[in-house]
């Protein structure tokens, strides 16, 4: 069988949302959008299900999947409803709702309930994406409050610039959200923090924290935080070496010749590509783990195949285990050699299977 494979630790999941809501203080929400940021929601979920406060999704079809796998605990959509046909769907589910621009706050006054939905109306604070504008957003928190199908209600808000340790965005727009909330009845439930703001941010922590990237053990602050130390990779890619060159100085190795040997090398291939979702554009120079030691990719990533610099491991060969990212090595690193984060690589895992290990 291919050696490629994608190893899942719900362990080091259970650990990480564990510091997530010890950090927040207040409720979680584990964030399992995306398939669990390609780490298989319905097995993510499962993972935390009896712990975790509640889940949040990016889409109702998110959302039925985890229900249909026998998910009880809330689950909120984080885009909202796309449609008024969905909120059948949200009702029979019983799933929660963000509330992001006016069209919903008007579906839903139109659209009478049996049972009250919970809202979470969303403040656009300065990220300029979803979310009411200030002035807009204490008459559509109004118009909800006065519905007798909207139950209870949650002031949310996102960041667009938390990993920046130092910006002054992240206390912008705390500053826009807590003048909001002076004028909202008191004792307003809240919600603010991603990872890095609930890492990074401690006056973003408030009733409930959103943690999605931390939960599989990763993050991109750009400086050093302590409340990032104790998170453990949930996902491991790694393969074996098929193949071995010994190489004289001066030869091209793979498409484009991109990388040519400076010395005589060992060349291993390794079985996987960017077709199981390694980045492409990696390059040569990127950390690997060669059987536990730190090594180097060299040459262009093909879709099945990527070779590494075997000379310095003279222990290693046919065989040999490949890490690409895991517990020895962040995702974040490799990523940022190509340009990416470790949500686009992370997301992006494809054909490796995933296998999924639990020692408790
Ligand atoms: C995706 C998402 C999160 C989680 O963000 P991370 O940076 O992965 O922690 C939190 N809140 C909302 C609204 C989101 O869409």
Redesign the pocket.
Known sequence: MRPARATIDLDALRHNYRHARTLGGGKA?A?V?ADA?GHGAVACARALDGEADGF?V?CIEEAIELREAGIRAPILL??GFFDADELPLIERHALWT?VASSWQVDVLERHPLRQPLPVWL?LDSGMHRLGLAPEDYPDAWRRLRALPWVGDMVA?S?FSR?DELGHASTPAQLATFDAMLARLPPGTTTSLA???A?MAWPTARRDWV??????YGSHMLDAPCAEAEPLRAVMELASRVIAVRELAAGEPIGYAGAFTTSRPTRVGVVAAGYADGYPQYATSGTPVIIDGQPGELIGRVSMDMLTVDLTDHPGAGIGSDIELWGARLPVAEVAARSGNSP?RLLTGLKRAPRQVVERS
């Not at 959103?210 to 939960?215: D, E, I, N």
């Open positions: 929400l964030v959008k940021y949040g990016a984080l885009e963000v969303k949310m996102h938390a991603n990872s890095a609930l959103r943690p999605g990237l931390m939960l949500y």
